[in-house]
């Protein structure tokens, strides 16, 4: 009988609307893209994270079974070099921040790097990183903000223990908490004339003096007019004038910030009448800064005495840097005429957001927020200065968007995402950062969904599916937003509706794949992947995602190379350490045909491979109410010579399929196929790529309206498309049942 056929050549992505795109699928599952047939592989899993060949150290109990790693809620791989060559990896579990302490030469090490860290709780996102020339800035909204700068942290030997004794130089808290004390200069006690030079010098009585001249010794400066504060004469006639000046000091940290000035402290004092020719120098003693001090700046007044021309003037200006944070004693001798600039009108204060929940780097500047309960102000620093806020530095967005809950740089714009409308920063430091909301209604309650995929945009998931924020926005640009999932609603809805927050996603440049991870069907942490495959967006109607199911992803980040890893999102919870040692730590995401580790015999092995499935989309052939009767099924596939397959096909939306033999991928009109890696072919080396096999199943099936099939393998292989063979006698569908 003469058959009618259907061919899909490429089978496409997850499309779960009815009525479905006749070339995409029901259910795509654990798969991949291949970019050599533009295919679905099955060549997926997880692997341990391994610093070594053959060791899993340090998460192994052997090394690390001090620390019970719990759930990953939060990872970043910060990138500080060119291609990778000095990358740290940072992670937060059971309330600690961890570094993976990985150097040429040097065991991997896990050191701690902070305790007593605010836990996310299930309607909280995890800590926000950004990284900045300077180190990698982490926020959460209730702890104070860290700098982390591991590199260089020094030759880590293999003991942990004195590996985290050298911790306190990769981290400290982030910005300047407050002024810093005043400065305090020391009391001039002139001596009387004739008063010898001696070693030290002499100091009146009554302490906090400092006598550093003389007028009358034979070895005193013979032009001390050039050098010093005060006056340079001081006649019988006038010498009861007084010199009146105050200093202020701030400090300067290794991000070549500048911090808040300290309050003015003064002193005075007034020259003898045989004091013609010399002035004062003046002894100060300066405080030292907190963590990450690099330098003190000190300022000072010119003489605002009521004796002089500048009365009341306590301006300040710029005398010098002391490059250090040990001194603590300064000799001020700078004349008034050889003073520095002097300081800024909008003077510099402390970190303006000490529970800032995101950060951002744009145009050279960080931009912080609020935190929770300042949700709608953008805090930014100077430019090249991260930790430099002055007072006037910041805007408030409207009240129509409500708070903010996340920040992207994104080109040449800083995208602020917010609980109902988007806005976009653009402009700059010198001319004025300007704000304008670009889309209304849209709410992005997932901040680490936010990824920047090459050729699309900037991908997003908001409450009701993935968008794409698209085209530039400066310049007459065109730009949209872009919904991804329009097709797709049935699975968006199964997202927890609390724990949006705890979507986590990353975007590898290697395997140009888009990972989003979601709580899915009531979870509390994520439980469900999707992928987004970059190399098949713009196909025609295909979609371009898939699913995962079985990958305990926690967390997730990306590395210069591409490779996807994760932390667990169990861990040791609620077990015993030992027994639950293949769920500590982190993993990859790689080619290898396994689901994670076993633990038995005190060892580690790994699991079967994932379960691969592919469902197409309900078939109506054109017409739903004419009956069809399917009789063939063929498959293209690329195999490696054993593979196996397990068919159903359903008709009429039925949830129970009909199954059919299980068929071996070899082809059935010829010799078989030599199986992958195990054949030697005329002596020049094993068999290892794949062969296009057609695979023809015959499907027992009476008439229908719809049709779909599925098919399921744990097999490597390579499915491309299908064809479907049916007849048709022209039979339409019965009236519908009476009432």
Request: a negative charge.
């Given at each position: 009988m003469k058959q009618e056929i259907y061919e899909v050549p490429t089978a496409g992505g997850l499309e779960t609307r009815l009525p479905q795109t006749p070339e995409n699928a029901s259910v795509a599952e654990n798969l991949k893209h291949?970019?050599?047939?533009?295919?679905?592989?099955?060549?997926?899993?997880?692997?341990?994270?391994?610093?070594?060949?053959?060791?899993?150290?340090?998460?192994?109990?052997?090394?690390?079974?001090?620390?019970?790693?719990?759930?990953?809620?939060?990872?970043?791989?910060?990138?500080?070099?060119?291609?990778?060559?000095?990358?740290?990896?940072?992670?937060?579990?059971?309330?600690?921040?961890?570094?993976?302490?990985?150097?040429?030469?040097?065991?991997?090490?896990?050191?701690?790097?902070?305790?007593?860290?605010?836990?996310?709780?299930?309607?909280?996102?995890?800590?926000?990183?950004?990284?900045?020339?300077?180190?990698?800035?982490?926020?959460?909204?209730?702890?104070?903000?860290?700098?982390?700068?591991?590199?260089p942290l020094g030759q880590a030997p293999p003991t942990q223990t004195y590996a985290q004794s050298m911790i306190g130089t990769a981290i400290r808290d982030f910005g300047f908490t407050s002024p810093p004390p005043p400065v305090d200069p020391h009391r001039n006690v002139a001596l009387e004339a004739g008063s010898?030079?001696?070693?030290?010098?002499?100091?009146?009585?009554?302490?906090?003096?400092?006598?550093?001249?003389?007028?009358?010794?034979?070895?005193?400066?013979?032009?001390?007019?050039?050098?010093?504060?005060?006056?340079?004469?001081?006649?019988?006639?006038?010498?009861?004038?007084?010199?009146?000046?105050?200093?202020?000091?701030?400090?300067?940290?290794?991000?070549?910030?500048?911090?808040?000035?300290?309050?003015?402290?003064?002193?005075?004092?007034?020259?003898?009448?045989?004091?013609?020719?010399?002035?004062?120098?003046?002894?100060?003693?300066?405080?030292?800064?907190?963590?990450?001090?690099?330098?003190?700046?000190?300022?000072?007044?010119?003489?605002?005495?009521?004796?002089?021309?500048?009365?009341?003037?306590?301006?300040?200006?710029?005398?010098?840097?002391?490059?250090?944070?040990?001194?603590?004693?300064?000799?001020?001798?700078?004349?008034?005429?050889?003073?520095?600039?002097?300081?800024?009108?909008?003077?510099?204060?402390?970190?303006?957001?000490?529970?800032?929940?995101?950060?951002?780097?744009?145009?050279?500047?960080?931009?912080?927020?609020?935190?929770i309960v300042d949700s709608r102000n953008i805090y930014y620093s100077a430019p090249g200065l991260i930790e430099q806020f002055d007072s006037a530095s910041f805007f408030t967005l409207s009240a129509e968007g409500g708070g903010i809950t996340a920040m992207y740089s994104n080109y040449t714009t800083l995208i602020v995402f917010r609980e109902r409308s988007i806005d976009v920063v653009t402009g700059d430091y010198?001319?004025?950062?300007?704000?304008?909301?670009?889309?209304?209604?849209?709410?992005?309650?997932?901040?680490?969904?936010?990824?920047?995929?090459?050729?699309?945009?900037?991908?997003?998931?908001?409450?009701d599916g993935l968008y794409a924020l698209t085209g530039g926005l400066q310049g007459g640009a065109i730009n949209d937003i872009v919904k991804l999932t329009g097709n797709q609603d049935e699975t968006i809805e199964r997202?927890?509706?609390?724990?949006?927050?705890?979507?986590?996603?990353?975007?590898?440049?290697?395997?140009?794949?888009?990972?989003?991870?979601?709580?899915?069907?009531?979870?509390?942490?994520?439980?469900?992947?999707?992928?987004?495959?970059?190399?098949?967006?713009g196909q025609g109607n295909l979609s371009a995602l898939s699913t995962r199911e079985g990958f305990p992803v926690g967390a997730i980040a990306t590395r210069a190379d591409g490779t996807i890893i994760f932390g667990h999102n169990t861990g040791t919870e609620g077990v015993p350490v030992v027994t639950n040692v293949p769920n500590r730590g982190l993993f990859v995401i790689s080619g290898k045909r396994s689901m994670g580790y076993g633990f038995a015999a005190d060892a580690l092995y790994p699991l079967g491979p994932p379960t691969s499935r592919y469902r197409s989309a309900w078939f109506d052939f054109g017409d739903a109410q004419i009956k069809k009767q399917v009789s063939y099924?063929?498959?293209?596939?690329?195999?490696?010579?054993?593979?196996?397959?397990?068919?159903?096909?359903?008709k009429d939306f039925s949830l129970r399929g009909v199954s059919e033999r299980t068929y071996v991928m070899q082809p059935p009109d010829q010799k078989d196929l030599p199986v992958f890696d195990t054949v030697i072919l005329d002596n020049k080396g094993i068999y290892e790529d794949h062969r296009l096999v057609p695979v023809r199943y015959s499907i027992a099936q009476q008439s229908c309206s719809w049709f779909s099939f599925e098919i399921e393998t744990t097999d490597d292989l390579i499915f491309i498309g299908y064809e479907l063979e049916y007849t048709t006698k022209g039979t339409r569908v019965v009236m519908g049942k009476r009432a």
């Open positions: 291949d970019r050599k047939t533009g295919g679905w592989s099955t060549r997926l899993g997880y692997e341990k994270y391994f610093p070594y060949e053959t060791d899993w150290s340090p998460f192994d109990s052997a090394m690390s079974g001090n620390i019970a790693l719990g759930p990953i809620y939060s990872l970043h791989v910060a990138q500080m070099l060119a291609g990778g060559a000095r990358q740290h990896t940072l992670f937060e579990a059971d309330g600690s921040l961890f570094l993976l302490y990985e150097a040429s030469g040097v065991p991997t090490t896990l050191l701690t790097l902070a305790t007593d860290r605010h836990v996310p709780t299930t309607t909280e996102a995890a800590s926000w990183y950004t990284d900045t020339p300077y180190g990698t800035i982490i926020t959460n909204g209730v702890n104070r903000p860290v700098l982390v700068n591991p590199w010898p030079i001696t070693s030290p010098n002499p100091t009146k009585t009554g302490g906090g003096a400092t006598t550093i001249y003389t007028f009358s010794d034979s070895r005193a400066i013979a032009d001390g007019a050039r050098w010093g504060l005060g006056f340079e004469k001081n006649t019988e006639a006038v010498f009861a004038k007084e010199a009146l000046f105050g200093w202020a000091v701030s400090f300067i940290t290794d991000t070549g910030s500048e911090g808040p000035k300290s309050t003015l402290a003064t002193t005075s004092w007034q020259l003898p009448g045989n004091a013609q020719g010399f002035r004062h120098a003046v002894a100060l003693d300066i405080p030292l800064g907190p963590e990450g001090t690099v330098a003190r700046r000190l300022y000072r007044t010119t003489n605002f005495s009521d004796d002089y021309t500048s009365v009341g003037d306590t301006t300040l200006y710029f005398i010098d840097d002391v490059r250090n944070n040990v001194d603590e004693l300064f000799i001020d001798c700078v004349r008034t005429a050889a003073l520095g600039a002097a300081s800024p009108i909008i003077p510099t204060g402390p970190l303006p957001a000490p529970q800032a929940r995101f950060s951002a780097m744009f145009q050279n500047c960080l931009f912080l927020d609020g935190g010198a001319t004025g950062f300007k704000v304008n909301t670009i889309a209304n209604g849209i709410t992005c309650q997932s901040p680490h969904s936010v990824q920047s995929i090459p050729g699309l945009g900037l991908v997003f998931l908001a409450l997202i927890t509706p609390d724990c949006f927050s705890k979507a986590v996603s990353c975007y590898s440049a290697l395997h140009r794949e888009y990972h989003l991870y979601v709580p899915y069907d009531g979870n509390d942490r994520p439980n469900k992947g999707f992928v987004l495959h970059a190399d098949r967006i099924v063929t498959l293209w596939v690329l195999t490696t010579g054993q593979p196996t397959i397990t068919m159903r096909h359903y």
